[in-house]
């Protein structure tokens, strides 16, 4: 019997997940992650994601990522950009610069980090640090899938930079294989835009 379980070991589970608004409208670009009962978990060594700068913006808008990883922050457009984040979670800047930054950036205390550039002030992102590797973004029909969920006890939270109020966590006991199903209420206020001037107007 142990010989069988071995060669046939216990699939992964995954969780669906939907975000809408208090007028039920969908969600999008909120963080729906799941935190084992047991602990956070850090990124192994050496994991990275990028944030890059497009059209001075921050893509993507949001991030998520594991407590552990580096963030590394390209510069895609033809003037330069000062990242920056004041955030309790990791204070950092990345002083003016073009193309690939000299370094990146370690993020190892879970929390939300505003983005900002010293120059554009436009210019705002949002990445969100968990000590978990279950996570996943809403699309622009609020609906996310978390995937190669192992079995356990989890509490599934849902975050979004708009809310006005934190959504309440659902505690949740996953079976292997299985793919339940969690609809989230998220009371959020809308992005407002701000002014970007004509790229042949700046100077940086």
Same mark, same amino acid.
């Given at each position: 019997?142990?010989?069988?379980?071995?060669?046939?070991?216990?699939?992964?589970?995954?969780?669906?997940?939907?975000?809408?608004?208090?007028?039920?409208?969908?969600?999008?670009?909120?963080?729906?992650?799941?935190?084992?009962?047991?602990?956070?978990?850090?990124? /192994?060594?050496?994991?990275?994601?990028?944030?890059?700068?497009?059209?001075?913006?921050?893509?993507?808008?949001?991030?998520?990522?594991?407590?552990?990883?580096?963030?590394?922050?390209?510069?895609?457009?033809?003037?330069?950009?000062?990242?920056?984040?004041?955030?309790?979670?990791?204070?950092?800047?990345?002083?003016?610069?073009?193309?690939?930054? !000299?370094?990146?950036?370690?993020?190892?205390? !879970?929390?939300?980090?505003?983005?900002?550039?010293?120059?554009?002030?436009?210019?705002?992102?949002?990445?969100?640090?968990?000590?978990?590797?279950?996570?996943?973004?809403?699309?622009?029909?609020?609906?996310?899938?978390?995937?190669?969920?192992?079995?356990?006890?989890?509490?599934? /939270?849902?975050?979004? !930079?708009?809310? /006005?109020?934190?959504?309440?966590?659902?505690?949740?006991?996953?079976?292997?294989?299985?793919?339940?199903?969690?609809?989230?209420?998220?009371?959020?206020?809308?992005?407002?835009?701000?002014?970007?001037?004509?790229?042949?107007?700046?100077?940086?």
């Amino acid at each position: 019997m142990l010989a069988s379980a071995l060669a046939f070991p216990a699939r992964a589970a995954s969780i669906e997940a939907r975000v809408h608004d208090s007028a039920g409208k969908p969600v999008a670009d909120a963080v729906v992650y799941a935190m084992p009962a047991a602990g956070g978990i850090d990124a /192994r060594a050496g994991k990275t994601a990028a944030i890059e700068q497009i059209d001075r913006e921050f893509v993507p808008y949001v991030s998520v990522i594991q407590s552990g990883t580096t963030v590394i922050f390209p510069n895609r457009d033809p003037i330069l950009h000062h990242v920056y984040s004041f955030s309790p979670p990791k204070p950092f800047e990345i002083k003016l610069y073009s193309g690939m930054p !000299p370094r990146g950036e370690l993020f190892d205390k !879970p929390g939300v980090v505003a983005l900002g550039c010293n120059i554009h002030d436009w210019m705002i992102g949002y990445l969100l640090v968990v000590a978990t590797p279950y996570f996943a973004k809403t699309d622009a029909s609020g609906a996310a899938r978390l995937r190669e969920v192992p079995a356990g006890g989890y509490e599934v /939270r849902v975050w979004h !930079p708009q809310q /006005r109020s934190a959504a309440e966590p659902r505690p949740l006991a996953l079976e292997a294989a299985a793919s339940p199903s969690l609809a989230f209420v998220v009371d959020t206020a809308s992005r407002k835009a701000k002014y970007k001037p004509p790229l042949d107007t700046l100077r940086y």
